[in-house]
């Protein structure tokens, strides 16, 4: 299994919607996961933490399923301003650091 | 708060000539990283440094790329000689420990065009 997989999508949703991606790893181990968000040509700019009993901040929901090992991303009435490709961060096979998944690209259409 | 900086944020060069890149981490942190990001391969890790010793630098595509900590506030990455499939914006990011708990805090980026 590789360190960490998302869908690159791209995902394109109206204004207004609801969408979520989801991202796996491998590390069973893993304690620290991270999202950012990044614009095109610009770089990587963290958006949330996610810890073990899931947080949210605002329309973002970040959750944290061990048993399955993935972790997920909820945006809530989704703003045009979302548009973006967000990144999942997760802990590598050793344990030693953090690794990037390739990014899920969202387009939020009017 | 100063981010992290990297200069120059755009260079053009030609093939064979030597392209250096440089960062200076956010104050206080102690890990630094070197990222190659192209539309292929996505953000790729070149090399990092704990405490400005290098940890791990096999990410680093082969001998023409160098990279250097001197101290504690300022990084080089070296290229030489440039090829044009070096071209990709190089990221240089910080975080207060190496591990798995610190959040990277990225810079502007170097984008970077050989011909």
């Known amino acids: 299994r590789k360190e960490v997989e998302q869908d690159p999508g791209p995902f394109n949703v109206p204004e207004g919607a609801t969408v979520a991606f989801n991202c796996t790893y491998s590390?069973?181990?893993?304690?620290?996961f991270f999202w950012y968000r990044q614009d095109c040509r610009k770089e990587p700019k963290l958006l949330m933490s996610?810890?073990?009993s899931g947080n949210e901040d605002g329309r973002f929901t970040a959750q944290l399923n061990r048993a399955s090992q993935y972790i997920s991303l909820l945006i809530r009435d989704s703003k045009l301003s979302d548009s973006a490709t967000y990144l999942c961060v997760v802990p590598n096979n050793a344990g030693n650091m953090l690794t990037f998944g390739g990014g899920t690209r969202l387009m939020v259409k009017p | 708060d100063a981010g992290v900086i990297q200069s120059p944020r755009h260079e053009v060069t030609e093939m064979g000539q030597e392209v250096t890149l440089r960062c200076k981490p956010i104050s206080g942190h102690n890990s630094l990283f070197w990222y190659r990001q192209t539309m292929m391969r996505g953000l790729e890790l070149l090399i990092y440094f704990n405490n400005n010793v290098p940890i791990d630098d096999s990410g680093m595509p082969e001998d023409r790329f160098s990279a250097k900590m001197p101290n504690a506030s300022f990084s080089t990455l070296k290229i030489q000689p440039s090829e044009p499939r070096d071209s990709a914006v190089y990221f240089c990011a910080s975080s207060l420990m190496a591990g798995n708990n610190s959040p990277l805090h990225f810079g502007n980026g170097t984008r970077l065009t050989v011909t």
């Open positions: 590390n069973s181990a893993s304690q620290s």
């Open positions: 996610v810890y073990s």
